[in-house]
């Protein structure tokens, strides 16, 4: 977990108090991760998720890597999941191949100090008063692929208006971080 938190801390200390841009928090992510080489962390790997919410607007935006993922859910509805999973199953997926179970497992993105590799950013429009949910596989796995069974941790954040931030993990991988109150946005970092 030293590589995880080695990360958050890096890309955190460099986040500014306002309104942070996407593009932005890519280069910081970036820079992040570069220093992860300089702490000697060479074979680790993470993969993540992120959401950043400005209080006055509709817009979200969805930072992923690896196989966490992004959902929301509306006030009594189901969860919609937003982002896909960097997973060997759904790249074969696009190409037409017929995915085994244990390719959900492969992961095709990660987080790594030998090379950054650039979130998937999915811009979420029109969000009505809800939650959000940012999972690891080992939670998303559970409700959807219920014949894995993986060793895979299952963690997941909810974030939504009037609902105090729930966390549920198995092991210490989330970091919450709520901007000044007075500023318009929040941003939510899970790692696996």
Known sequence: MLFNATWIHQLVTRLESDMPLTDSIVDLMREAQQRLRHEGFLHEKACYAA????????????????????GYCPQGGQTEWLTRSHTLANACGELGIEATA??????????NAKR???????????????????ATDGFRAGQTLPDIHSQDDCSCLRVGAGLPTLSESDCDNMLVRTMDPAVPARFAEGLA
């Open 116 to 134: 950054f590799e650039r979130p998937e950013v999915t811009e979420c429009n029109g969000i009505d008063p809800g939650v959000w949910i940012l």
């Open 51 to 70: 959401l950043l919410l400005p209080h006055d607007s509709a817009t979200a935006f969805a930072l992923v890597c690896g196989d966490c993922c992004v």
């Open 102 to 111: 244990s390719w959900h497992q492969i992961v095709t993105r990660t987080l």
